[in-house]
């Protein structure tokens, strides 16, 4: 039986889930795709790695001591050959994250490129063999969570 009357209006309202629009940025294979996979997957991504065309979309649910969260994960290609909006990407972003490597300071580009509005953080040497995904998400919600 459903009440109508307005009091109960709010009651019956579906709860919206905060989305943050995070980018994912850095060289072509630094893992950036690998990351995205483990972390919907739950698992540790098998095979032969294969370059982001454009970018890839991704939604993943996050859960904190916050609340919910959706991460609406912008997986941007690392060759520019492939970028085909390059830039373009960002627009509407709320977070970034930066895969780089401590011998090679390219990733610092992309920290000036961005707006200053967007979040940043960096991720050196991304370890893809790690597989504690719960922490992987931990770190990625405690990053997003305004």
Known sequence: MFCFC?????????????????????????????????????????????CTLGVDVTSIDLHGEGGKIRANIWDCAGNPKYAGLGSGYWAGATHAIIFGSKDNDYHKWYFNALPKTVKKSVILDYDQDCEDFKERKDWLYDQIFD
């Open 6 to 50: 307005s009091r109960c209006e709010d009651d019956l309202r579906p709860m919206q889930v905060p989305e943050r629009k995070t980018l994912l940025l850095g060289r072509s294979m630094s893992g950036k795709s690998t990351f995205v996979h483990n972390m919907f997957y739950n698992k540790k991504k098998r095979g032969n790695p294969r």
